[in-house]
């Protein structure tokens, strides 16, 4: 791994939010890195970042009010998932997660995966990740999501969205698109990746993660050009919307977003305390089964 691999840990001075979290709510956005003398990370991994180790998850959602999670198992770490399930296992049930697997995955990882907590598997398309995976896989690990009631998460670059349109529409499980299928704020909310994700929004079988406005942002902080691509896709679907903190966020570019200020976007996204009760508490609840 040379230095250039090495990526920035999340910004420590976590601001305290306005913003009040409603009971049981959710960040089923983030992730747990190592610590690596524990967990090592994976010898191809294309990036390295700093340990964020199950405690400092603990010490932020404490900051912010969060109380359940979604541990997103991250490429740094490849397909051995000890780091997440011994999360999801010292949660005392708070805690879900999602899955990087490989073809040595057997029937039987995947039931010990299911008491472990995992309620679905991610693939990566997006470039400096590795790009598309090996296509006979993707389709043969969503045929065995389906035996197990799992979901299919797809991180994006938005040229995804379009180029592979039809086979996504065609997948029989439900799929779950991170950071709002990562467009590019600066070119509208009529660009068409995402008209045609406003498009898979009519289709009950999908759900999308309204997290990493650093992400889609063009402008920088405070991110705020990312909010109306948000309130678009919570009105066409509020009932399959979910939130999260994507912390520590990994390659997050120029700009480290600060946790505090993330949650303080929740009202400007979701005005509403019924709406936010859908995105941070049933939805998560009825999807993960909390």
């Known amino acids: 791994m040379t230095a250039k691999n090495r990526i920035a840990g999340p910004d420590p001075d976590t601001h305290i939010p306005r913003f009040k979290m409603p009971p049981n709510a959710c960040d089923a956005h983030c992730h747990i890195f190592g610590p690596a003398s524990v967990f090592p990370f994976a010898p191809n991994a294309s990036y390295l970042p700093p340990d964020a180790p199950f405690e400092a998850l603990q010490v932020l959602h ?53 008491a472990g907590g995992i309620r679905g598997v991610r693939f990566n398309f997006v470039q400096h990740l590795g790009g598309r995976p ?57 660009q068409q990746p995402f008209r045609v994700l406003m ?8 759900w999308v993660k309204v997290c990493g406005p650093e992400r889609v942002s063009s402008m920088g902080p405070p991110f705020t050009d990312a909010v ?44 509403d305390a019924a709406t936010q009760q859908k995105i941070l508490v049933d939805n998560p609840a009825r999807l993960y089964g909390f």
């Not at 045929?143 to 994006?156: C, D, E, S």
């Not at 498009?199 to 999908?206: E, L």
């Open 62 to 114: 404490a900051k912010l009010g969060i109380s359940r999670a979604v541990i997103v198992h991250a490429s740094c770490h490849g397909p051995d998932m000890r780091v997440t399930l011994d999360a999801i296992a010292r949660s005392n049930g708070r805690y879900r997660g999602t899955a990087i697997i490989d073809e040595s995955y057997t029937d039987q990882d995947f039931e010990r995966m299911h």
């Open 134 to 190: 090996d296509m006979d896989f993707f389709q043969r690990t969503v045929q065995r999501l389906k035996a197990f009631g799992w979901h299919l998460v797809l991180h994006l670059d938005a040229t995804d969205i379009v180029e592979f349109e039809d086979m996504f529409r065609k997948i029989p499980v439900p799929i779950v698109i991170d950071h709002m299928g990562r467009v590019r704020a600066a070119d509208g909310l009529d």
């Open 199 to 206: 498009d898979f929004m009519r289709n009950d079988n999908v």
């Open 228 to 271: 109306p691509f948000a309130r678009a896709l919570i009105q066409a679907a509020p009932d399959r919307i979910l939130w999260g903190t994507d912390w520590p966020h990994p390659n997050v570019g120029k700009h480290m977003p600060n946790d505090g200020d993330l949650v303080d976007m929740i009202p400007l996204i979701a005005p």
